[in-house]
Antibody, heavy 120, light 107 residues
Framework: QVQLVESGGGVVQPGRSLRLSCAVS????????VHWIRQAPGKGLEWVAV????????HYADSVTGRFTISRDNSKNTLFLQMNSLRAEDTAVYYC?????????????WGQGTLVTVSS | EIVLTQSPATLSLSPGERATLSCRAS??????LAWYQQKPGQSPRLLIY???NRAAGIPARFSGRGSGTDFTLTISSLEPEDYAVYYC?????????FGQGTKVEMK
């Protein structure tokens, strides 16, 4: 079955960096765009970043542009999010989510999330 | 940026009752609207895509309708496992946005 498993979360000081990973199985990873979506404690969902199926196209929310970098390794079925210059407002559960091939409109599978806490 | 506004914020209903959730877009999204269910401590689950298509494995009591700027998610008869937060979501260009959520709680 389809699985997306995030890892790499933890407690980090403001201004520092963290790298999240998302290991994917159960579907052809190299055919699908994948996203990072976050949820601050007790809040709603916020889209963060997307990367195309081949990694050639990336886009970011304004709130993370210039600080976060999304990437993927199709040979290892893994998605990454490099987060630099972290701020308290980046504290959230970070989910990776996939899109079905040939559509950009919605997210069909989600991981269980990894918690990032930015605090001194 | 297209803003999605969900109403009500909270819906208090008893099992077996009908739930009607609304999502309004600040400009037309055609039929490209999705709905997700999120239970406490869990990740969101896709319920409905393209306004009215149920995702795989979603019970028939969940239905979606609408187009343009006004959309509705209906749960025809609430089951105990349906108490959760529901989010609508759309994409415009390279920006995906969610509504703020509607919590369906047990009355």
């Amino acid at each position: 079955q389809v699985q997306l498993v995030e890892s790499g979360g933890g407690v980090v000081q403001p201004g520092r960096s963290l790298r999240l990973s998302c290991a994917v199985s159960g579907f052809t990873f190299s055919n699908s765009a994948v996203h990072w979506i976050r949820q601050a404690p007790g809040k709603g969902l916020e889209w963060v970043a997307v990367i195309s199926y081949d990694g050639s196209i990336t886009h970011y929310a304004d709130s993370v542009t210039g600080r976060f970098t999304i990437s993927r390794d199709n040979s290892k079925n893994t998605l990454f999010l490099q987060m630099n210059s972290l701020r308290a407002e980046d504290t959230a559960v970070y989910y990776c989510a996939s899109q079905p091939p040939r559509t950009m409109e919605y997210f069909d599978f989600w991981g269980q999330g990894t918690l990032v806490t930015v605090s001194s | 940026e297209i803003v999605l506004t969900q109403s009500p914020a909270t819906l208090s209903l008893s099992p077996g009752e009908r739930a009607t959730l609304s999502c309004r877009a600040s400009q037309s999204v055609s039929r490209y609207l999705a709905w997700y269910q999120q239970k406490p401590g869990q990740s969101p689950r896709l319920l409905i895509y393209d306004a009215s298509n149920r995702a795989a494995g979603i019970p028939a009591r969940f239905s979606g309708r609408g187009s343009g700027t006004d959309f509705t998610l209906t749960i025809s008869s609430l089951e105990p496992e349906d108490y959760a937060v529901y989010y609508c979501q759309q994409r415009a260009n390279w920006l995906w946005t969610f509504g703020q959520g509607t919590k369906v709680e047990m009355k």
